[in-house]
């Protein structure tokens, strides 16, 4: 029988500065197939090759990755600054609509970074440009330097909520995390629950209320040794599940139960 279809909302780059493609990073593509053991099919991020309503149909769930550039500011109402960085409109085009669609179809989806501030802006929620430079909080940023495991490793704990949904699915109130990311929640969008936070208060965990299907999203990196891992495993294999019991043709009523 052949496994469900996981889109991954790939980015838009330039190979060698010149030559432009559309990527997904291969750690997604490895945690899709060998943790959620679903068929992980890279999405181009534009919506001019591809429409919500085509991805809704084509697959099963979304893995809304990572990437460089930010959510533009004017989809949460605030002007553009330099402290915004870098945007990627064609992308806002394809996963804010994608997120909202699939809450409300619910169909599954697992928002990663910034997949995670997309979720929540998508609901109607707000981000700050430079968490950094708040009071109070540490460098979320991933190191300048040093190799991948030095840059992917588990650097701060995420506390969440006792009895809430990521707490049932991991067992435990803390975990430990790595940290890639500039940005971060300010305001919580409509329905957006926050479920998980770090040291510093910087939002780490959020799901759904109410959604009928998986609607979750992580601050940090799960991807990386996803395989291995305590804390990413459990989650793309819940996120597998899902995925697995919309192909099959089940259509949950409730927020995924764990």
């Not at 409300?104 to 109607?124: D, H, L, S, T, Y």
Request: net charge negative.
């Amino acid at each position: 029988m052949a496994r469900p279809v996981v889109g991954i909302i790939g980015n838009s780059n330039l190979l060698n500065d010149e030559y432009p493609v559309h990527a997904g990073g291969t750690m997604n593509s490895c945690a899709v197939s060998n943790v959620a053991r679903a068929i992980p099919l890279i999405i181009p991020p534009d919506p001019a090759f591809v429409s919500v309503e085509e991805l809704l149909e084509v697959c099963d769930g979304f893995l809304l990755t990572g990437g460089r550039p930010n959510v533009h500011p004017e989809e949460y109402g605030e002007d553009e600054t330099e402290a915004h960085g870098t945007f990627d409109r064609n992308r806002d085009a394809i996963t804010l609509p994608l997120v909202r669609a699939c809450v409300e179809r619910g169909q599954p989806f697992f928002a990663i970074c910034r997949g995670f501030q997309e979720m929540n802006v998508a609901m109607g929620g707000s981000l700050y440009p430079e968490i950094r430079e708040l009071p109070g909080r540490m460098n979320h940023r991933m190191p300048p330097d040093g190799t991948l495991e030095e840059k992917f490793e588990l650097r701060h704990d995420v506390h969440l909520t006792e009895g809430g949904v990521f707490h049932r699915l991991l067992g435990s109130t803390v975990v430990r995390t790595n940290s890639l990311h500039g940005q971060g929640i300010k305001r919580p969008g409509d329905r957006i629950v926050v479920d998980g936070k770090a040291d510093d208060g910087t939002e780490e965990a959020i799901y759904v209320d109410g959604a009928r299907g998986f609607a979750m999203g992580v601050q940090w990196h799960p991807e990386w040794n996803a395989a291995d891992d305590p804390v990413s495993r459990p989650l793309f294999t819940a996120f597998g599940a899902a995925v697995a019991a919309w192909s099959d043709g089940e259509r949950p009523r409730q927020l995924h139960a764990v």
